[in-house]
């Protein structure tokens, strides 16, 4: 009984509070697991002074839901962020590049290293841009953000590398946008929205 409990600890601390205030609203628990998530939430409660029921995670997983897909972000909003995602990353690395050349004086026949560290540069915007509270620049002047689809809350970065590395998919990513939740096939594996900021 005691190697079940302490899996179950293992398990239920590693998943953010919300999660755990949803699962104990849905029921469904065993006796056992109700226990331990309880006793993670207090022991959250009391070590964090972190808030074990905020007024939000009332809110049924239905509601939240419907909710978040009032605040679906328009098409044309996305492709635009997009782009200036795009091309202000490639701008400030090609200004980055170009000092680069200018100060180190470069030799002709010199490796081209500074290309491809800017192209892994711009890579890795790319993928995590959406990672610091679900806006890269793009999102942020736009007014929108890359959400948790369940819980709405802003994006971390695993979700950003892996929306990021499901759009090298190209068309084959873009065409699931028309769908009811407007998510892209990296949404959908990320499990994510974009909504309204």
Request: hydrophobic share 50%; proline share 2%; aromatic share 8%.
């Amino acid at each position: 009984m005691e190697a079940t409990e302490a899996r179950l600890r293992e398990t239920y601390s590693g998943r953010r509070t919300e999660i755990l205030i949803d699962l104990l609203a849905q029921g469904g628990l065993t006796d056992a697991a109700e226990r331990v998530v309880r006793e993670v939430l207090i022991e959250r409660e009391s070590s964090l002074g972190e808030r074990v029921v905020p007024q939000q995670a009332q809110v049924s997983a239905a509601v939240r839901r419907e909710q978040l897909d009032q605040r679906l972000a328009p098409l044309w909003a996305r492709f635009v962020a997009s782009q200036i995602d795009f091309w202000a990353a490639l701008l400030a690395l090609g200004v980055f590049s170009v000092f680069i050349d200018v100060v180190l004086f470069r030799q002709a026949g010199t490796p081209d290293a500074i290309g491809t560290i800017s192209v892994l540069l711009l890579f890795a915007y790319l993928l995590f841009k959406d990672g610091f509270n679900g806006q890269g620049l793009g999102k942020r002047l736009m007014k929108i953000r890359v959400v948790d689809s369940e819980t709405g809350a802003p994006g971390e970065l695993h979700k950003s590398c892996l929306r990021g590395l499901v759009s090298l998919l190209g068309i084959f990513d873009v065409i699931f946008i028309f769908g009811q939740r407007r998510q892209r096939l990296g949404d959908h594996a990320a499990r994510t929205l974009v909504v309204r900021a």
